[in-house]
């Protein structure tokens, strides 16, 4: 059995609230975008931030984690999507460069994990995996850009 460190604790419990400021992050983005496909596909990304959030939950419970509160999550959220400027085009594009960079930190996590928690960072990092997909073929103009997100969102897999 792995041992149980600190780090990981403390990196679990970040990457939980993180994904709830994404949630809250992109809904708000949605919120302004006037495409209603823009809008659609941006709502799922937060979809799939809530999924993420939702499928490591467990494990806070688990090891007797705290997070801050959703509230104060998801308002400072809401307060970076307020700051955030740019077409939709520009955030895939932006995006698009800097989600592939999150899979190290994922990677790191399950690393540390303890076997038994595996399958649920598993899930948390497939959030991420399908994402990255999501923009790549957002990117290509592929018509089903948001299939990975979907296939994600009904079954946790990348």
Same mark, same amino acid.
């Given at each position: 059995m792995t041992e149980v460190t600190q780090e990981y604790l403390d990196t679990l419990k970040l990457y939980y609230e993180e994904e709830v400021e994404g949630e809250a992050y992109f809904g708000a983005l949605a919120e302004r975008l006037d495409d209603p496909e823009e809008k659609r596909?941006?709502?799922?990304?937060?979809?799939?931030?809530? $999924?993420?959030?939702?499928s490591v939950k467990p494990l806070l419970d688990k090891h007797g984690l705290t997070a801050r509160a959703a509230a104060d999550l998801h308002a400072s959220g809401r307060a970076s999507a307020a700051k955030a400027t740019g077409s939709f085009a520009?955030?895939?594009?932006?995006?698009? +460069?800097?989600?592939?960079? $999150?899979?190290?930190?994922?990677?790191?996590?399950?690393?540390?994990?303890?076997?038994?928690?595996?399958?649920?960072? +598993?899930?948390?990092t497939n959030h991420e995996i399908a994402a990255i997909e999501f923009l790549e073929r957002e990117a290509k103009g592929a018509a089903n850009s948001t299939a990975p997100m979907q296939h994600y969102l009904e079954t946790g897999e990348a």
């Open positions: 596909k941006m709502q799922m990304m937060a979809d799939v931030e809530t $999924y993420a959030a939702a520009h955030f895939m594009a932006e995006w698009r +460069k800097s989600f592939p960079d $999150y899979m190290d930190d994922f990677e790191a996590l399950e690393a540390m994990t303890p076997p038994e928690d595996l399958p649920l960072l +598993k899930v948390l």
